[in-house]
């Protein structure tokens, strides 16, 4: 269908939502493509080093990216512009990866750590203190280091679940013991 041209190095993780995809790269960008046009759409020129992993919130209609700078950052579409409404930096290390429910976010690092992330019921749907649904995520918790990092993080919060894969393959599962 198309060639799309644009990153000038690695892409490390890309998403797709509806006619969009959202790529990241070594270039230190995030880029966002039109299936149907060919296009990128907008470039985020995001962190201060190569941007490893993205994920789509799809009850905010958010952007997250991670990077080896250690941060992570929430960016929403307001009026047509993408912009970062908030930085979060809580590992030491690179983030891997992020994986986003619908209340939970979890987030791998190479610092042997994962991070994870409630939004509280209150604010679903509304909007938080500063006009922004994406800046209603916080800090849940950052459990125990682990013996290798944090490759991967997924949620079942049927189970009330968080589930975590590492370099050393061995897959944990912790317990969600806050009220969802």
Same mark, same amino acid.
């Given at each position: 269908m198309h060639k799309l041209i644009g990153h000038s190095k690695w892409i490390r993780s890309i998403r797709m939502v509806g006619d969009t995809i959202i790529t990241v790269s070594d270039d230190w960008t995030a880029r966002?493509?039109?299936?149907s046009?060919?296009?990128c759409d907008a470039v985020l020129a995001c962190h201060a080093g190569p941007v490893l992993c993205v994920e789509y919130s799809v009850s905010d209609k958010g952007i997250i990216t991670g990077s080896t700078d250690g941060l992570l950052r929430f960016w929403e579409n307001d009026e047509g512009s993408? &912009?970062?409404i908030k930085n979060v930096a809580i590992h030491t290390a690179s983030i891997l990866s992020i994986n986003a429910g619908e209340h939970w976010l979890g987030i791998?690092?190479?610092d042997n750590s994962m991070s994870l992330f409630h939004r509280p019921q209150e604010r679903i749907g509304?909007?938080?203190?500063t006009g922004s649904k994406m800046a209603g995520w916080q800090?849940? &918790?950052t459990p125990q280091k682990t013996v290798a990092m944090v490759r991967c993080a997924t949620s079942d919060l049927e &189970?009330?679940?968080i589930y975590s894969g590492g370099r050393n393959g061995l897959l944990r599962l912790w317990d969600a013991t806050i009220n969802i």
């Open positions: 966002l493509w039109s299936v046009q060919g296009t993408i &912009r970062c791998g690092a190479a509304g909007l938080s203190s800090l849940y &918790r &189970r009330k679940r």
